[in-house]
């Protein structure tokens, strides 16, 4: 395919870039790849993301007696019969919403 054929089918639509390809086009035009989407001259402020907790903390399950209990829950899933695990895994999804 040559290459102005392949602008002309990004520029209408027809094609979308792969992230890698943006990558070649910005070093070759010798600027970052956020200029190629934003137009300011200032980069983008970068958005105030909520922090998740981190391994080390605390978290429910990560020590205690929900811990304990995690660990009673697990033995006794690996002594159930299959069809028990089976149920009590789909009734787990259902109640994340997967």
């Known amino acids: 395919m040559y290459p102005s054929f392949w602008n002309k089918r990004v520029e209408n639509g027809h094609t979308v870039?792969?992230?890698e390809t943006l990558e070649k086009l910005g070093?070759?035009?010798e600027c970052p790849l956020y200029q190629l989407f934003y137009d300011g001259e200032e980069p983008p402020q970068v958005p105030n993301l909520l922090k998740r907790k981190s391994s080390d903390q605390n978290v429910w399950g990560?020590?205690?007696k929900d811990a304990r209990y995690l660990s009673k829950?697990?033995?006794?899933?690996?002594?159930a019969a299959e069809s028990d695990r089976k149920l009590v895994m789909h009734m787990a999804?259902?109640?994340a919403g997967r």
């Open 17 to 19: 870039p792969a992230i």
């Open 27 to 29: 070093r070759a035009l």
């Open 62 to 64: 990560n020590s205690g």
């Open 73 to 79: 829950l697990r033995r006794h899933l690996g002594k």
């Open 93 to 95: 999804q259902k109640m």
